[in-house]
Nanobody, 120 residues
C-alpha cells in the first residue's frame, strides 16, 4: 500500500512557472516508477510524465520541453516542474505510483489531486 499527497497547485498567469510536489508514504519499496496525470474540464485523465527508479523519463508531446519530472529519494517525493504554462494546462493534477516495465507504466496508487489554473 502506497499513499500519495499532492501539493503546490494554484493560480498563475500564462508564461509563469509552478512546481508540484507529491509525497509518498507506506510500502515505498514496492514501486519503481512514479508519474503525473492531469484531468482538464470535460476531459479524461491524461498521463503527462513518468519516471522510473533508473531515472528514465517520458513525457507527453504537449508538455515535452516545458515540464520536468524528478525525484528526491531521501524525501520520498516526486516533483513536476512546470514552465511556460499555458491556459490549456489548466487541470487537476494527480500523482501516481507503480511499476515501469517493457516501456509501460502500471500505476496502482493515486493521490487526490491538486488544482492548477493558468490565466491569460
Amino acid at each position: 500500500q502506497v499513499q500519495l499527497v499532492e501539493s503546490g497547485g494554484g493560480l498563475v498567469q500564462a508564461g509563469e512557472s509552478l512546481r508540484l510536489s507529491c509525497a509518498a508514504s507506506g510500502n515505498i519499496f514496492s514501486i519503481n516508477a512514479m508519474g503525473w496525470y492531469r484531468q482538464g474540464p470535460g476531459k479524461q485523465r491524461e498521463l503527462l510524465a513518468g519516471i522510473s527508479s533508473g531515472g528514465e523519463t517520458n513525457y507527453v508531446d504537449s508538455v515535452k520541453g516545458r515540464f520536468t519530472i524528478s525525484i528526491d529519494n531521501a524525501k520520498n517525493t516526486v516533483y513536476l516542474q512546470m514552465n511556460s504554462l499555458k491556459p490549456e494546462d489548466t487541470a487537476v493534477y494527480y500523482c501516481a505510483a507503480g511499476v515501469y516495465s517493457g516501456g509501460r507504466y502500471v500505476f496502482n496508487a493515486w493521490g487526490q489531486g491538486t488544482q492548477v489554473t493558468v490565466s491569460s
